[in-house]
């Protein structure tokens, strides 16, 4: 009896650490393909703004223009953003007017929120880094707030699930016990 169960775990591990008996290998390609490529199968995340903020802070207080900071911030995101960016920042390096440039982006939230950061410091020429750092903390404070606001709805809608849940184990390992125990025996 103990050949034999030692010869089906030999037999599973077997299957399970060959590369060809098991689909593992084929798997194991595919990750390595898709890592070589920087992408993992169109699931991307989606770029962070306030990220951006801040690259595009420290990029315009570095020295550089404002359509070449566009162009290297546009060289650092992946996905439908980096084509925006980069035919904003086409845009913007051949002269084209700021409102023109940014329609050609497109729309889209990310976009919005860093053309509306921007806008003052193209339309004054007024150095705008300090501003896009205060906007980057404002909008990283915005969203701590959200999500404690929603981790505390979340605790008063966890109350009847886990009270329902642990009711029962407590009226089973708490209550019948005593009342048995009290129970007069014959």
Not at 22 to 51: F, H, K, Q, V, Y
Not at 103 to 132: K, N, Q
Not at 146 to 164: H, I, N, S, Y
């Amino acid at each position: 009896m103990i050949a034999v169960l030692t010869g089906v775990l030999l037999f599973g591990a077997a299957i399970l650490l060959w590369p060809g008996l098991s689909g593992a290998a084929p798997t194991a390609a595919r990750r390595a393909t898709s890592a070589d490529r920087g992408s993992d199968g169109g699931n991307e995340a989606p770029e962070d703004p306030a990220l951006h903020l801040d690259l595009l802070g420290a990029m315009l207080a570095a020295g550089l223009s404002l359509p070449h900071a566009v162009a290297a911030l546009a060289a650092t995101t992946r996905g439908p953003q980096q084509i925006a960016l980069q035919r904003v920042a086409s845009a913007l390096l051949l002269g084209v007017d700021w409102q023109e440039a940014w329609a050609l982006g497109g729309r889209g939230s990310g976009l919005d929120l860093l053309r509306d950061a921007l806008r003052f410091g193209a339309a004054t020429g007024a150095p705008s880094a300090a501003v896009l750092f205060a906007q980057a903390d404002q909008l990283r404070r915005r969203r701590r707030q959200e999500d404690q606001q929603r981790a505390a709805a979340l605790g008063t809608k966890l109350v009847l699930p886990l009270g329902l849940c642990a009711l029962p184990s407590f009226i089973a390992l708490g209550v019948v016990p005593v009342l048995v125990a009290l129970v007069p025996r014959f």
